[in-house]
Nanobody, 127 residues
């Protein structure tokens, strides 16, 4: 069983930055592909970023490319999302997700490709 707990959300002005963290339980965190998703009010949950087991590969949604950076620290069982140049349209609940089943790296962009989810953290960007 894997537990994921997000933190770091909050209210920020447009153009500002936030860093989200996701703390994971489990002894084999380094074998999980990790991802970040977000869900705005009235919209479906959407892919934001994904990272490979070692952190050597990352993939981003076009809407955040160049502004967001995903990273991980396997020694701390944590994955991060650095968000810069935030826009009001980035307002959403942000979720951390883990895939404990995969054996090869590819950008996991579908909800069904992850088997564990956190409870989410709210990010609000004011204009």
């Amino acid at each position: 069983q894997v537990q994921l707990v997000e933190s770091g959300g909050g209210l920020v002005q447009a153009g500002g930055s936030l860093r989200l963290s996701c703390a994971a339980s489990g002894r084999t965190f380094s074998s999980y592909a990790m991802g970040w998703f977000r869900q705005a009010p009235g919209k479906e949950r959407e892919f934001v970023a994904a990272i490979s087991w070692s952190g050597g590969w990352a993939y981003y949604a076009d809407s955040v490319k160049g502004r967001f950076t995903i990273s991980r620290d396997n020694a701390k069982n944590a994955v991060y999302l650095q968000m810069n140049s935030l826009k009001p349209e980035d307002t959403a609940v942000y979720y951390c997700a883990a895939d404990s089943r995969g054996t090869r790296w590819y950008p996991r962009m579908r909800l069904s490709e992850y088997d564990y989810w956190g409870q989410g953290t709210q990010v609000t960007v004011s204009s």
